[in-house]
């Protein structure tokens, strides 16, 4: 089990706080490639992992075409990892599973962060709806990637037309839970989660022609 403020004291890509990446630290989980967010644990494929947010499957854990988790750090409160002997509510899993639970918000006061950075930028906020009975938490980040990348390309770049289609890549994503408490021991949460990436992986054979003339 690895809480929060663990995996937020990880040397981060960019500063980008990262839980998938957090977890390619410990025995037996390695990444595909240097920077990468995927896990392969203990020889199996990345496809054989399960990943769940509040216990709802998240197909598609990643960003960037795979340098960036698609899990906002901001909203969870801890990861628990499982790499063998998988508990009977999980079903039958072949390599792992990553169990993520998502923090409720502060039921008394408001917090809220605004965070730039070279990736994207992050807005977090959480509080009270009814006092000490109803509370919200939520969290969106986007990125601008591209902003960065394809002047960069533009200025150095002598086959412009081939590489700037695979700089053309983004993405954004919405994590939201809403929590009540009818009683110390009865609680009701929903939790909700929304993702896009913007990704040309596919350029036309035309754009893929070098373009230099002879």
Partial sequence: EMPIAKIENVPALFGEVDVLKALQRLPGVQSANDGQAGIYVR?????????TMDGATLYNAEHLKGFVSAINPDVVESVVFYKGAFP???GGQLSSVVDIGMR???MKQYHGEVS????SSKIHAEGPIWKDKTSFNVAARASYFDWIIQPLINKIS???SVELPFADVNYYDVSAKLTHRFNNKHKLSAFFYFGK???NVTPTASSKRD???V
């Fill in 88 to 90: 009977a509510r999980y």
């Fill in 158 to 160: 002598e086959n412009k």
């Fill in 43 to 51: 020889g199996g494929n990345y496809d054989q992992n399960q990943i």
């Fill in 116 to 119: 730039l950075g070279m990736l």
């Fill in 197 to 199: 990436d913007k990704s």
């Fill in 104 to 106: 409720e918000g502060d």
């Fill in 211 to 213: 373009s230099t003339k």
